[in-house]
Nanobody
């Protein structure tokens, strides 16, 4: 059974930076696509970024140029570097992974089979 655990959330002022981490356990995810989603207050969960098994990436337009997704397969860990944070980035951020054989990232939350518990990111103005 795959388990995902996020960390690195917190309170930061607008314009600041945070780095989220997602550690996977249970088995290696080096062949699985992974992604970050977020859910703000009163909003639906939305796509943030995805990374495929080969390191290719996709981003939501709202974070493009400010956020960077990466992975370290040796550590079974995925990261989200968030720079130039805005108050509208405030949300619970979730780490996710697709099942084995699904190598490409996806914009759709239903395509992901494993989820972390979430980490809160709050950006003050």
């Amino acid at each position: 059974q795959v388990q995902l655990v996020e960390s690195g959330g917190g309170l930061v002022q607008a314009g600041g930076s945070l780095r989220l981490s997602c550690v996977a356990s249970g088995r290696t995810l080096r062949w699985n696509a992974m992604g970050w989603f977020r859910q703000g207050p009163g909003k639906e969960r939305e796509f943030v970024a995805a990374i495929s098994w080969d390191g290719s990436t996709n981003y939501a337009d709202s974070v493009k140029g400010r956020f960077t997704i990466s992975r370290d397969n040796a550590k079974n860990t995925m990261y989200l570097q968030m720079d130039s944070l805005k108050p509208e980035d405030t949300a619970v951020y979730y780490c996710s992974a697709r099942k084995s054989g699904e190598y490409r990232g996806s914009y759709y939350s239903n395509d992901y089979d494993y989820w972390g518990q979430g980490t809160q990111v709050t950006v003050s103005s």
